[in-house]
């Protein structure tokens, strides 16, 4: 077993996208993201890679278009307005089914909005920002140590699929030191011989990456095939963390580092005399509806936390499907709440 280094997030990310097999990234810095293609930068030449600095991000996006085309291990990271400017590459890129990792370290928005720790991209990643019908497959570690694992994922789900896995962390992941322990991971080898635009040598017929159909007869037939496809995903990729819900008078949910708070704030509760649960999605596409199934039909209520103004509230209120009260509490613009204010809310609610 290896030895647990401490290192930064950030960095972290670059580690472990080296030691999933990315051979090329593309990227152009913003803030609270920039030490990933920083790290990239120095390590992933020596091992042969390529790293290119972009213009923008509109044009890293479509260098990973291209080079994922190739059935390259390709990545690329940025933050929150950075991902908003890559939106119509990745609906390309889900079109022609490409494999390929994209990390989102969010901030504070709408707009250019701050460099602070936030959660507002939920709806940007898990319904798909570009046009069109399609989904990304998305990840949301909640430490250090489960960012490098669930990276390692991605692109083994990538490739498995043939789609863009999107990796939403936020600044405060990014920006905080853990220690990690990098496991020796062999990564799979997935056969991309009748798809990748690797050159004929005049033994076989072109491959074509396209997302063009001018028939509307081939369109749809496209776009099925791509719904069979996150079906697919749906039904055998749902990822949660649940703890304790079977006898709970509260049930936190959250994701990323928020769920870390509501834990401290589970606690204090604890503390008062109250059973605590929580249900933590891992995957937010597709969402772990399952994941609520077993909830204490006698709990009070669920609380989801989120550093935005409510947007998996959503999907948690469609997963109990109107078997349990769900309330909402967040905050916004980067401001991080406490496990006290949590618990004071919590608390409100317990004895309403």
Avoid at 189 to 203: L, N
Wanted: charge should be negative.
């Amino acid at each position: 077993m290896s030895e647990k280094i401490l290192i930064k997030g950030n960095e972290a990310i670059g580690a472990a996208m080296i030691a999933a097999g990315c051979k090329t990234f593309f990227a152009y810095p913003i803030t609270p993201q920039s030490e990933v293609p920083e790290y990239l930068a120095r390590e992933l030449p020596k091992i042969g890679g390529t790293f290119l600095q972009a213009e923008s991000e509109v044009a890293a996006i479509n260098m990973l278009y291209g080079s994922a085309g190739t059935g390259t291990r390709v990545a690329t990271s940025s933050s929150s307005p950075g991902v908003s400017l890559m939106q119509e590459g990745i609906s390309y890129i889900a079109a022609c089914e490409l494999p390929c990792m994209i990390v989102n370290m969010m901030r504070g928005g709408p707009g250019l909005g701050s460099i602070q720790p936030s959660q507002t991209d939920y709806f940007q990643s898990t319904r798909g920002g570009g046009n069109g019908d399609y989904r990304t497959l998305t990840l949301a570690p909640a430490s250090i140590q489960e960012m490098v694992e669930l990276i390692h994922l991605g692109f083994e789900l990538a490739d498995q699929y043939r789609t863009p896995v999107i990796l939403c962390g936020d600044g405060m992941l990014g920006q905080m030191m853990e220690p990690v322990e990098f496991k020796d991971i062999e990564a799979k080898e997935f056969d991309k011989s009748d798809w990748a635009a690797t050159g004929t040598k005049g033994e076989r017929e072109p491959h074509i990456i396209n997302s063009l159909f001018l028939s509307p007869e081939e369109l749809e037939a496209q776009n099925k095939k791509l719904i069979k496809k996150y079906a697919d995903i749906s039904a055998n990729e749902k990822r949660a963390e649940v703890t304790d819900v079977e006898d709970a008078d509260i049930v936190f949910t959250a994701f990323g580092t928020t769920s870390r708070i509501c834990k401290s704030a589970g606690e204090i509760l604890k503390e008062k005399g109250y059973k605590v649960g929580y249900v933590r999605p891992i995957t937010l596409w597709p969402f772990p509806d399952n994941a609520y199934e077993n909830i204490n039909k006698d709990c009070k209520v669920i609380l989801d936390v989120e550093l935005n103004q409510g947007q998996m509230v959503d999907d948690v209120k469609l997963a109990v499907n109107g078997k349990l009260p769900v309330e909402f509490y967040g905050r916004q613009g980067g401001m991080i709440p406490t496990a006290e204010e949590i618990a004071d809310v919590a608390l409100k609610l317990l004895e309403a």
